[in-house]
């Protein structure tokens, strides 16, 4: 479907070559299959950058939306994976940018591993928990940028943020 409906999307059939299922579930109530796919590029994920295609019993696609970006072809698996600023170094912009005060020097709990140097950070004094990161892209309005991506929820609670820095400049 996606192949023969590309273009619908804004999209070239080489568009779709590089994505990972995000989630799969059947409805109980309609029997439709929601899939959501995730666009990747060298091997990780482009935030907000999804298709989503629902399929009812008899395989017809019922519905289908997509947020891929154009031109990113085959998932760039032969660019370099260049990360210029340390994970500890991105948290302390990021914690600077949401106007967090680090009551303790940031350790790494986690050295990092996999395609997407996921790490654990400790709390800083600023969290409720120890941060997990992890590099992905992101869309700057006029191309992607490899960014390092941080869950920070605030030590009170009362403040739950999605923080992206530049691996790339900081």
């Not at 995730?38 to 997509?66: E, F, W």
């Not at 928990?129 to 309005?141: E, K, R, S, V």
Request: charged share 10%; glycine share 10%.
């Amino acid at each position: 479907y996606l192949d023969a409906n590309a273009s619908d999307f804004g999209l070239a059939a080489i568009d779709l070559g590089s994505y990972r299922i995000s989630s799969q579930f059947v409805s109980q109530h309609t029997r439709v299959t929601h899939i959501a796919l995730q666009q990747q590029y060298n091997g990780l994920d482009v935030l907000g950058s999804m298709i989503n295609v629902s399929v009812d019993n008899d395989g017809r696609v019922v519905a289908a939306g997509s947020s891929f970006l154009p031109g990113l072809g085959d998932g760039g698996a032969a660019d370099p994976l260049t990360a210029n600023t340390a994970p500890i170094d991105a948290l302390a912009t990021a914690f600077s940018a949401l106007g967090l005060t680090v009551t303790e020097s940031p350790v790494l709990l986690q050295a990092p591993s996999g395609p997407n140097q996921s790490t654990i950070i400790s709390d800083s004094g600023v969290t409720s928990q120890p941060i997990l990161a992890a590099l992905g892209y992101t869309y700057n309005g006029s191309e992607i940028e490899l960014t390092w991506g941080f869950d920070v929820v605030t030590k009170d609670g009362q403040h739950a943020y999605a923080a992206f820095v530049s691996a790339e400049s900081g």
